[in-house]
């Protein structure tokens, strides 16, 4: 399975499909100014009922303390923040991290990230040349394409662009225990048939 981090999980449906998939992580929100914010109590109640993927804190405008405090109360296995915001305190620095970047950040931004950046998380899909700026973000750390929804798109992008990795996204139930995957099923058959790329190219 070509591997794929499941974002902002908000409810047990969402989570039990991206794990029977075999998601290697889980993402959950705690960035109260988010409209896919999750309480660490219903995170870690998702989480008992789960096994197999690894997860991951998604944040925001948040301190080192905030971040530390859901990170231990969570049991999470790493972090997610936006270029601007890396926030870590000591205690936290272990943990793998994503970094959610645009695509345009300078020499000088990529350099001043940390060594725990297990992945660069951004769309691909408005930078105007994609090959160029995907194989220098590369050199950095292993790249993770988010935005894609289409199978036909993902192929293509996974086919001609170096990817570690696919971020997908969880939504809103129709009602308790009952969504529609159809579009996703065909996402997940791809990723299941697509050969696993070095995550370094």
């Known amino acids: 399975m070509f591997p794929f981090k499941a974002s902002s999980i908000t409810n047990l449906t969402d989570a039990r499909y991206f794990s029977a998939w075999g998601a290697t992580w889980i993402g959950f929100c705690f960035d109260p100014e988010s409209p896919d914010y999750i309480s660490p109590e219903k995170a870690l109640e998702i989480k008992g009922w789960l096994h197999g993927p690894r997860y991951l804190g998604e944040f925001g405008n948040q ?54 950046v297990e992945g660069l998380l951004l769309d691909p ?9 995907l194989r220098r973000l590369a050199e950095r750390a292993p790249i993770w394409l988010e935005g894609l929804t289409e199978t036909e798109g993902i192929q293509g992008w996974l086919g ?42």
């Open 63 to 116: 301190d080192a303390d905030n971040v530390a405090g859901i990170a231990s109360f969570v049991g999470l296995e790493a972090l997610e923040m936006p270029i601007d915001r890396i926030v870590l305190s000591p205690e936290m620095r272990h943990l793998p991290l994503f970094v959610r970047i645009s695509g345009l950040e300078s020499d000088i931004e990529l350099a001043g990230l940390p060594d725990s």
């Open 160 to 201: 001609n662009y170096p990817a570690a990795g696919l971020h997908l996204r969880g939504g809103a139930e129709l009602q308790t225990g009952l969504k529609l995957y159809d579009a996703l099923d065909r996402v997940m058959e791809t990723l299941e048939a697509w050969p696993v790329q070095p995550a370094r190219p």
């Open 125 to 133: 899909q408005n930078l105007r040349e994609p090959e160029k700026i």
